[in-house]
């Protein structure tokens, strides 16, 4: 209930509310530049780059132990430091001394592999919030696994389902996503550094140990692979694309949904949209704020692919600027399945309108044809043919579904020249009226809320794989960590942290 001290309030927009925006959505709003600004400093990678590189110089002998311990020191970040890194950063730190700052580019390109880092760091990100959202759609389907609804077809009824049956297909389109979002993972957490420019170096480099001690999964062997591909780009776009689209079209049934003609949903009050010019105005507008999400994220995968299009695979800049777009899409696939997440745990479903609806189309009619084909006897377009009549004779006088009986299906069938098929009134209504709808739905599949419950059941038992995948991958790159300041402190001379 609105209080008056709220309803006198002068300083918003949102009386239709009768509460103040759930703060949640502010930080929501802001969530991708805080995320581009924390992985967008391209130096915190660069340094780590540059240690592992150090350290392996060092114990192929290419440079001796001062001079791997005067470049690891300067290497060493304090606070909050911003930038882009490399030889001319620090050939600073090291005062000027040239020298000593262009080890860190024996047998290196500049940029390999510091966007790799990058970007798998915002697809750790991705997946945790991915984890949330899909555990939050199979709460939401376990709880609504019997709330009976119009499923649609072409925006008309087609056979009725529940809301919770829809939540997993919705659920099932996210963890397809993730399935080509893990193996994008894979091919970026491949370490590309010491390629050279395409043809590796004439220094004896080991690249397997920076693998390790930098957390990749393993090395990308062509050398000209490193430098000229770059195609985890797109695989990561495409992956985030297909998990945006699944959300994106949701968004839009669930924006059909909450129109007030149609009354099937609505949000809680903090997180409807409001008008600066329409006093009445409380809708769920933030379904909109989820596609437009989506569509930032299916931008960055169009921009990715047509700055790849008509471009060599060779070292050329459009390719080498094109990490941006990944971290970009990241981001922008952050605030969506946040903001999706969110929604759904503030969505208030309405039953009994749900109900309503689906009693007032006649969607119960496959059913009956499946009726006039097992119990009398009927061919199938017959049953088809004389159903589909039927239920145009039904629209025409204004009989509702669960008022149809016998006598108009008997009439139908003389209409269509087919046999009377005599079912008595009841049997007809029963169908109809859906009365029996689930308990005749429940193959592999179907709306039955035992089915679905079922299938939420062997879902969880999926996303906690998923979150033990994710778990390893976390571990892969502390191991790296630790075992990178392991070899750091034999160098300095430093004790050996502990581990764990």
């Known amino acids: 209930m609105t209080s008056p001290d709220y309803a006198r309030r002068t300083d918003h927009r949102y009386h239709s509310l009768g509460v103040p925006p759930d703060s949640e959505w502010s930080a929501l709003r802001r969530l991708p530049g805080l995320e581009l600004d924390r992985l967008g400093s391209r130096l915190a990678y660069c340094c780590r780059m540059d240690r592992a590189w150090t350290v392996m110089l060092h114990r192929q002998g290419l440079v001796d132990t001062a001079l791997a311990r005067r470049v690891l020191q300067a290497l060493v970040l304090t606070g909050d430091e911003r930038g882009w890194g490399g030889e001319d950063w620090l050939k600073e730190r090291l005062g000027g001394d040239e020298h000593a700052a262009s080890v860190i580019n024996y047998g290196r390109t500049l940029q390999e592999p510091m ?11 991705v997946f945790d919030d991915l984890h949330a959202c899909r555990e939050g759609i199979l709460a939401a389907a376990e709880t609504y696994a019997d709330a009976l609804m119009a499923g649609q077809s072409h925006f008309s009824h087609a056979q009725p389902t529940t809301y919770g049956a829809y939540l997993v297909a919705v659920h099932d389109g996210l963890a397809r996503a993730e399935a080509q979002l893990d193996l994008a993972y894979r091919h970026t957490n491949l370490n590309s550094g010491g390629c050279g420019a395409c043809s590796g170096t004439g220094w004896p480099v080991d690249r397997e140990l920076v693998t390790r001690l930098l957390g990749f999964d393993d090395t990308l062997e062509s050398a000209y692979d490193c430098e000229g591909s770059q195609d985890e780009i797109p695989q990561i776009l495409f992956a985030l694309s297909s998990l945006a689209l699944t959300l994106d079209r949701s968004a839009l049934d669930h924006s059909v949904w909450s129109l007030e003609e149609v ?21 769920a507008g933030r379904f909109e704020n989820v596609r437009e999400a989506a569509v930032a994220v299916m931008g960055q995968m169009m921009t990715a692919v047509l700055t790849f299009k008509n471009e060599p695979i060779q070292d050329v800049l459009p390719v080498y600027h094109a990490p941006v777009c990944a971290l970009n899409g990241c981001a922008h696939a952050r605030k969506l399945l946040q903001l999706w997440t969110r929604l759904l745990e503030n969505l208030e479903v309405n039953r009994d309108r749900m109900r309503e609806i689906v009693r007032a189309g006649y969607s119960g009619a496959p059913d009956l044809a499946i009726v006039l084909i097992r119990e009398r006897r009927f061919a199938g377009r017959q049953a088809h043919r004389v159903c589909a009549t039927c239920v145009r004779i039904a629209r025409e006088r204004g009989v509702r579904p669960a008022d149809l009986d016998g006598a108009l299906l008997d009439e139908a069938a003389r209409l269509t020249g087919d046999p009377e098929p005599g079912l008595p009134d009841a049997r007809v209504r029963e169908i109809m009226g859906l009365d029996r709808f689930l308990d005749l739905h429940d193959n592999l599949g179907d709306p039955h809320p035992r089915e679905t419950r079922r299938l939420v059941a062997r879902r969880r038992e999926a996303l906690g794989a998923d979150r033990e995948r994710q778990a390893g991958r976390r571990d892969r790159l502390a191991a790296g960590h630790r075992l990178l300041e392991a070899e750091e402190a034999a160098i300095l001379g430093a004790p050996a942290p502990e581990p764990g």
Do not use: C, E, T, Y
């Open 263 to 283: 009354g099937s949903i609505r949000l809680a009050p903090p997180w409807r949209g409001v008008s600066s010019f329409m006093p009445q105005k409380a809708h």
């Open 115 to 125: 966007a790799r880092m990058q970007m798998r760091d915002a697809l750790l990100n």
